[in-house]
């Protein structure tokens, strides 16, 4: 209903039309806004894990639980998302011939995100950060630039590749 009354406005006004070929301004992409939502994700699921372990839950405990999984459901829908952008919008020839596994590996993110929102199961969120992890190296060597792995700064203090942006 409201398509109609749009269509038919534009009709009688002719909009002038306007037309993007990304979702957000060319060449902006980095990985690592995924890289620390899946940190957030497993970090989650460690204070889950330390929830569990208590004999029983306050209310405030109870109240903590349904904050940290609607936190742990939104990093991995924001995981799903950054990778989604950058590989339909940046990934083109000559990316995709140099990296042939990208498609297999987009999708393996896509599946170990779900997979990681839908249970509490650090297994699965250590190997999305693996494969988030590939992603962004793989991502920066399309770009000619060098990457180094080292630990995050917080917790869970876990492994990132992070772009050697000196040289």
Avoid at 102 to 129: C, F, R
Wanted: charged content about 30%; proline content about 5%; hydrophobic content about 40%.
């Amino acid at each position: 209903m409201l398509y109609d009354l749009i269509d038919k406005l534009n009709y009688s006004y002719k909009f002038e039309e306007a037309k993007a070929h990304c979702d957000i301004p060319c060449k902006i992409y980095d990985p690592i806004i995924a890289q620390i939502a899946v940190l957030t994700m497993i970090r989650t699921i460690d204070l889950i894990n330390e929830l569990e372990e208590k004999d029983s839950l306050t209310t405030t405990d109870k109240a903590q639980f349904s904050r940290l999984v609607s936190q742990k459901e939104e990093h991995g829908i924001k995981v799903k998302e950054e990778v989604r952008v950058i590989w339909g919008d940046y990934f083109k020839e000559p990316q995709i011939s140099a990296f042939p596994e990208i498609h297999d590996l987009t999708h393996k993110i896509m599946l170990g995100a779900s997979k990681s929102k839908q249970n509490v199961d650090k297994k699965a969120a250590l190997e999305l950060l693996d494969n988030v992890n590939r992603f962004a190296e793989i991502f920066w060597k399309t770009k000619n630039v060098n990457t180094f792995k080292a630990s995050s700064p917080y917790p869970p203090s876990l492994e990132l590749v992070y772009p050697d942006l000196k040289g």
